[in-house]
T-cell receptor
Framework: GEDVEQSLFLSVREGDSSVINCTYT??????LYWYKQEPGAGLQLLTY?????DMKQDQRLTVLLNKKDKHLSLRIADTQTGDSAIYFC?????????FGKGTMLLVSP | DVKVTQSSRYLVKRTGEKVFLECVQD?????MFWYRQDPGLGLRLIYF???????EKGDIPEGYSVSREKKERFSLILESASTNQTSMYLC?????????????FGSGTQLSVL
């Protein structure tokens, strides 16, 4: 089945850019997603990208997809303390999503 | 906005009890899902449903069952709770599509089994 891997922890300073990386194994995944989970809350869909796209930009968020290497990244520009959260990468499968284990982003002032 | 509501934010139960976790969505979504989230293990799919009275096993269905009697409601049942079922339980729903599974999540139920 699909396997989605991401690093577990990232620490940045406020104002810097954050880059969270993800790899997946199933090249037939049609959509790839980034979800954000704030402390004590459920997951919130941040953005997603269709597999025939290389890049998608949405305000401070930039998603890059390298389909050949099955590599997805999420860049957050001008990272704020409010961006501190767990970020999950997910890939669409036959009938459900497969999630990575999540990357905890810690933003220090 | 889609709203997925889980009936309890925190639950404390005893070993051997039968536990019901309720989830309701208000956007007429066909698909509903139950995940559990544990530190270091991420999200794991327990059960999902594509329609009323339909259910499919996810990756870790053992010790759980589900009920979907109405489209908007999906219940997770722990037949005999055990301490290893202490976890955060997340319900989600989505519109039925072939490939794009944009999930909308509830806030979660933190279940402690003592």
């Amino acid at each position: 089945g699909e396997d989605v891997e991401q690093s577990l922890f990232l620490s940045v300073r406020e104002g810097d850019s954050s880059v969270i990386n993800c790899t997946y194994t199933d090249s037939s995944s049609t959509y790839l997603y980034w979800y954000k989970q704030e402390p004590g809350a459920g997951l919130q869909l941040l953005t997603y990208i269709f597999s025939n796209m290389d890049m998608k930009q949405d305000q401070r968020l930039t998603v890059l997809l390298n389909k050949k290497d099955k590599h997805l990244s999420l860049r957050i520009a001008d990272t704020q303390t409010g961006d501190s959260a767990i970020y999950f990468c997910a890939a669409s499968g036959y009938s459900t999503l497969t999630f990575g284990k999540g990357t905890m982003l810690l933003v220090s002032p | 906005d889609v709203k997925v509501t889980q009936s309890s934010r925190y639950l404390v139960k005893r070993t051997g009890e039968k536990v019901f976790l309720e989830c309701v969505q208000d956007m007429d979504h066909e698909n509903m899902f139950w995940y559990r989230q544990d530190p270091g293990l991420g999200l794991r799919l327990i059960y999902f449903s594509y329609d009323v009275k339909m259910k499919e096993k996810g990756d870790i269905p053992e010790g759980y069952s589900v009920s979907r009697e109405k489209k908007e409601r999906f219940s997770l049942i722990l037949e005999s709770a055990s301490t290893n079922q202490t976890s955060m339980y997340l319900c989600a729903s989505s519109i039925q599509t072939v490939t794009n599974e944009k999930l909308f999540f509830g806030s979660g139920t933190q279940l402690s089994v003592l």
